[in-house]
């Protein structure tokens, strides 16, 4: 049984690996959260991990305090993420912290030689191309933990030799499918956290209502399926039971089905190669009767054009565009500013702030920070 650290353990992801490490007897190495210090002291006390981290400063006297007499040494900040993510006692790291602040100890983690079970997507989207060419040196491997890429990865099990022709990256469509934007006006953060299918954090909830998250998605495949934006096709599919599929050479199509539930991917990646039986409900095709496809509306989601733009473009572009998204789902959920807005402002930010190629962590960084600056100014001056 493999060791797992889990950073970004009391989200929505964290608590479902929980349930599949508990259920097979999986060590637990290492426990990292945000800032709910009661739910991670409770996790502690169950699963035993010699280290823990709470991202908060603040939050580190109350996680004392409640795990007085245990002994686990406790941490804090991006230090303690990196250190919790480069320990050699991780046979892999389960990766779902929010937003860019994960790509930092996916970084440490590859260069550790620990393998990545990943559910933070913005990792690969603002850092694809470091942390690919990082994991190949290093002989680490990344195990796709988001249920279409965690279906990609599946559908090419016993293919290896066999060219891609295309992936069909499949899409819910989110709450707002068949919305124009005039109908979209008024959305306030309280109806877009309301998701058909899956059950999520509040902020890849908000990606989903965007389609940004199918953009994000894109950008992903494009990396760990070493793809060009050409080979990846969206399909909205308001289901949610073919995960995704991939095209061969010879036309044959060969897709991953289940019940849409996160832990069955959360399985897979911690598991591989092993299937083993998962804590969820099996799938019922003739209870759905019909599964439907469609075209997606670029026009309406513009974020999703946006993020397909940047990775076509490349260089620095799909790390501003997933700055500027953090930053205004961030204030679209304070309810300061409309939905449509969000595109907007990702659009602007990318027209403003100048592409470059990248070398560095500091550049993805430079570039991340200048593309929030820029959509925190552009809303103070309206
Ligand atoms: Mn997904």
């Known amino acids: 049984m493999k060791k797992v650290a889990l950073l970004g353990s009391t989200g929505s992801i964290g608590t479902q690996a929980l349930e599949v490490i508990e259920k097979h007897g999986m060590q637990v190495t290492a426990l990292a959260a945000h800032s709910q210090a009661n739910l991670l002291a409770e996790q502690a006390r169950r699963f035993h991990p010699s280290v823990v981290c709470i991202y908060q400063k603040e939050k580190a006297a109350e996680l004392q305090e409640l795990l007085k007499g245990e002994k686990i040494e406790i941490l804090t900040g991006m230090e303690g993420l990196c250190q919790i993510a480069a ?19 996916t970084l440490k ?9 990943l559910a933070n997507k913005e990792t690969l989207v603002a850092g694809g191309q470091l ?32 060219r891609i022709r295309k992936m069909i990256l499949t899409a819910s469509g989110g709450p707002f499918f068949g919305k124009k934007k005039e109908e979209l006006k008024h959305v306030r ?39 060009q934006p050409s080979q990846i096709e969206i399909v909205v599919h308001r289901q949610s039971v073919l995960h995704s599929a ?19 991917p959360i399985q897979y990646a911690l598991l591989y190669p092993e299937r083993q039986p998962c804590p969820t409900r099996p799938l019922s095709l003739t209870d759905y009767g019909t599964l439907t496809f469609e075209k997606p509306d670029f026009e309406t989601f ?5 993020a397909i733009d940047a990775i076509t473009e490349g260089g620095l572009l799909p790390a501003i565009v997933n700055g500027a998204n953090e930053e205004a789902v961030g204030h679209f959920l304070r309810d300061e500013i409309g939905f449509l807005d969000i595109g907007e402002l990702v659009q602007e930010a990318m027209m403003h702030i100048p592409n470059a190629a990248i070398h560095t962590y500091d550049e993805v960084l430079a570039a991340d920070r200048a593309a929030r600056a820029f959509v925190r100014e552009h809303i103070q001056n309206r």
């Open 131 to 162: 942390v690919m060419q990082t994991a190949t040196e290093k002989g680490v491997h990344i195990y796709p933990v988001d249920s279409e890429h965690s279906a990609v990865f599946q559908c090419l099990q016993g293919n290896s030799m066999n």
């Open 302 to 306: 513009d974020c999703l054009r946006a």
């Open 109 to 117: 983690a590859i260069e550790a030689g620990n393998d990545i079970a």
């Open 87 to 105: 320990m050699q006692e991780n046979d892999i790291v389960l990766n779902s912290v929010v937003g860019m602040v994960g790509l930092l100890p």
């Open 246 to 264: 991939v095209e061969f050479e010879d036309y044959a199509v060969i897709g991953q089905m289940g019940v849409p539930d996160m832990k069955i």
């Open 189 to 227: 953060a309280a109806d877009a956290l309301k998701h058909p299918n899956w059950n999520m954090g509040n902020k890849i909830t908000i990606d989903s209502a965007t389609l940004m998250n199918k953009g994000l998605e894109f950008i992903e495949a494009k990396w760990l399926f070493d793809l």
